[in-house]
Structure formats: structure tokens, C-alpha cells
């Protein structure tokens, strides 16, 4: 049975509001699922304490059987020091100005100084 640790849905529509729970990989998002670790409120801001809250002696049990994290419960375990932060790529920067007009902006640059 391969485990994760994700996040399941449980707030009103327009108010967001989620369980971090362990899953069986195969069990729906919102379905079935073994234990509730956590919970994740988005709509605090984020210095805000309780916006994410963790059970990190349970996680760290379920990591060491096995369990493995979603992306962003990953952020969230990196962030607390119970797991490696994950690495992320370089995000697509499509909305940059393409290559000739960076040289033209470049040469303007340098004219005008």
C-alpha cells in the first residue's frame, strides 16, 4: 500500500479550508483516508500561527513507514524542519520581453546614460 500525505478539502465554496491527512494513494482526495496529521488554513495570512498546524511526532512516524508528501505538503514539512525542503525549477518567464527587445532596451540604457 503506498502512502501519502495530502491535503483534503473541507471548507464552504469561496472559503478554503484543509486536513492534511495519510492516504492510501489510491483513495479519493476528499475520501477515505487512515489518519488526519494537520490542518492548513489559507485564508490566515502568513505569519499567523495557525494557519498551518502540524502532529510532527505522527508525521514523522508515517514518513519512516513510508508515506511520502505532495508538493505542497512537502513545502510545508520543509518549512517546519521535519523533512528536506523540496527543490523547485526555475518558473517559465514568458511574460519577459523577448531577446531583440531586451537589446533594444539595452542600447537605450546605455545611450542615455
Same mark, same amino acid.
Do not use: C
Given at each position: 500500500?503506498?502512502?501519502?500525505?495530502?491535503?483534503?478539502?473541507?471548507?464552504?465554496?469561496?472559503?478554503?479550508?484543509?486536513?492534511?491527512? $495519510?492516504?492510501? &494513494?489510491? &483513495?479519493?482526495?476528499?475520501?477515505?483516508?487512515?489518519?488526519?496529521?494537520?490542518?492548513?488554513?489559507?485564508?490566515?495570512?502568513? +505569519?499567523?500561527?495557525?494557519? $498551518?498546524?502540524?502532529?510532527? +511526532?505522527? $508525521?514523522?512516524?508515517?514518513?519512516?513507514?513510508?508515506?511520502?508528501?505532495?508538493?505542497?505538503?512537502?513545502?510545508?514539512?520543509?518549512?517546519?524542519?521535519?523533512?528536506?525542503?523540496?527543490?523547485?525549477? +526555475?518558473?517559465?518567464?514568458?511574460?519577459?520581453?523577448?531577446?531583440?527587445?531586451?537589446?533594444?532596451?539595452?542600447?537605450?540604457?546605455?545611450?542615455?546614460?
Amino acid at each position: 500500500m503506498s502512502l501519502k500525505i495530502r491535503l483534503a478539502r473541507a471548507g464552504a465554496h469561496k472559503r478554503p479550508f484543509y486536513h492534511i491527512v $495519510i492516504a492510501d &494513494s489510491r &483513495s479519493p482526495r476528499d475520501g477515505r483516508f487512515i489518519e488526519k496529521v494537520g490542518s492548513y488554513n489559507p485564508m490566515l495570512p502568513q +505569519e499567523h500561527a495557525d494557519r $498551518i498546524r502540524l502532529e510532527n +511526532e505522527r $508525521i514523522t512516524h508515517w514518513l519512516n513507514h513510508g508515506a511520502v508528501a505532495t508538493d505542497r505538503v512537502a513545502r510545508f514539512l520543509g518549512h517546519a524542519g521535519l523533512a528536506p525542503m523540496p527543490a523547485y525549477r +526555475e518558473q517559465p518567464v514568458q511574460s519577459l520581453p523577448k531577446k531583440k527587445a531586451q537589446e533594444r532596451a539595452k542600447a537605450n540604457a546605455t545611450a542615455t546614460a
